[in-house]
C-alpha cells in the first residue's frame, strides 16, 4: 500500500511540475484517501494534505482523529492539532509563501486561502447543512443541497457568495432536494447530478442553473443514479464518475457523461 501511494504522490508532483504549482492542498474527498489511504470524518474540523513540488507531504488531522490514520512516514509525516491551536495557520505554515497553490474542489468553503501572503482567513459560510456540493464559477463561489442530518432533511437551498463583498446570497432552490450530490461547471451552466434521497434511495435527476438566466432547467437523467459521485465539466460536457448506486456505502465504476446544450 506505501508504495502504491507513494507512486500516486510522485505521479501528482510530476503533474505539479507541468502546471507549475508550488503546494497542492487537499481536504475532504476523494483526493485525499487515494493519496494517504485515510478517509477523513466529514466534520468542520480542518484535516489536510500539504503536498509540496519539493519536500515531505504532512497530513494535518484533529487530534482526537488522529488514531484512526495509519501513519506512512515513507509517503507523508502526521501532524495532530488540538483544540487549543489553529489549524488554518499550522497548514499555511506548512505552505510558506508559496508562489503557486492549488486546492481541493472539495475543501470547506469557510477555509479560504490568501495565494499571495500565503494566510488563511476565516469567512462566513453558507446555511448550516452538510453533504452540500460547492463550486467556484464567475469569481463566486456556490453552494447547493445538502442536508440538516438524515437523508430524510435533504434541502433544496442553493446559495452564493462573492468575495467583494464578503456576503452570501439566496439564489433560486433547485427543484429537487438532494444532498450527497456531485456539481459541475459546463459553458454557463451549473449541472447537479445525482445525490441520496430518503427510503434508501438514490437519485438520478439532473438539473442545470444558467447562470446568465438565472434560472434552472430539467437535463436528462443519469443512466446510473448515485450519490457521492466524482463530477466534472471538461469541454462543454459533464463526466459523472463512481459513487455509490446504493444508499449509504457502496461503490460504482460506472463512467457517464453528458451534453447538456439543448
Known amino acids: 500500500m506505501a508504495g502504491m501511494l507513494a507512486e500516486r504522490a510522485a505521479r501528482a508532483r510530476a503533474r505539479m511540475e507541468e502546471a507549475g504549482v508550488d503546494v497542492l492542498l487537499l481536504s475532504v474527498g476523494p483526493d485525499l484517501p ?39 512516514p515513507d509517503v507523508f509525516g502526521l501532524r495532530p492539532w488540538g483544540e487549543t491551536e489553529d489549524p488554518v495557520a499550522i497548514v499555511a505554515g506548512l505552505a510558506g509563501a508559496a508562489g503557486r497553490v492549488a486546492i481541493g474542489d472539495h475543501t470547506w468553503a469557510r477555509f479560504v486561502l490568501d495565494l499571495q501572503a500565503g494566510t488563511w482567513s476565516a469567512i462566513s459560510g453558507p446555511s448550516p447543512r452538510e453533504h452540500l456540493s ?39 432552490p433547485i427543484p429537487e432536494a438532494r444532498g450527497g450530490a456531485g456539481l459541475a461547471l459546463a459553458d454557463g451552466l451549473l449541472v447537479s447530478v445525482g445525490g441520496e434521497g430518503p427510503d434508501n434511495t438514490t437519485i438520478g435527476t439532473v438539473y442545470g442553473y444558467d447562470l446568465a438566466a438565472g434560472s434552472w432547467r430539467k437535463l436528462p437523467d443519469l443512466p446510473t443514479p448515485r450519490h457521492g459521485l466524482a463530477v466534472v465539466g471538461i469541454k462543454g460536457k459533464v463526466y459523472a464518475i463512481g459513487g455509490s448506486p446504493i444508499a449509504d456505502l457502496g461503490f460504482s465504476t460506472a463512467n457517464e457523461v453528458l451534453d447538456p446544450t439543448p
Not at 38 to 52: F, I, K, N, Q, S
Not at 53 to 63: F, K, M, S
Not at 149 to 172: C, I, K, M, Q
Open 134 to 172: 460547492a463550486i467556484a464559477a464567475g469569481g463566486r463561489v456556490y453552494a447547493l443541497g445538502g442536508r440538516l442530518g438524515g437523508v430524510d432533511s435533504n434541502l433544496a437551498t442553493f446559495e452564493a457568495y462573492t468575495p467583494a463583498t464578503g456576503r452570501w446570497e439566496a439564489l433560486p
Open 34 to 72: 487515494y493519496l494517504t489511504g485515510y478517509e477523513a470524518m466529514p466534520l468542520e474540523r480542518l484535516t489536510m494534505l500539504v503536498l509540496p513540488r519539493d519536500g515531505d507531504a504532512t497530513l494535518v488531522v484533529p487530534a482526537l482523529e488522529a488514531p484512526r490514520v495509519t501513519e506512512r
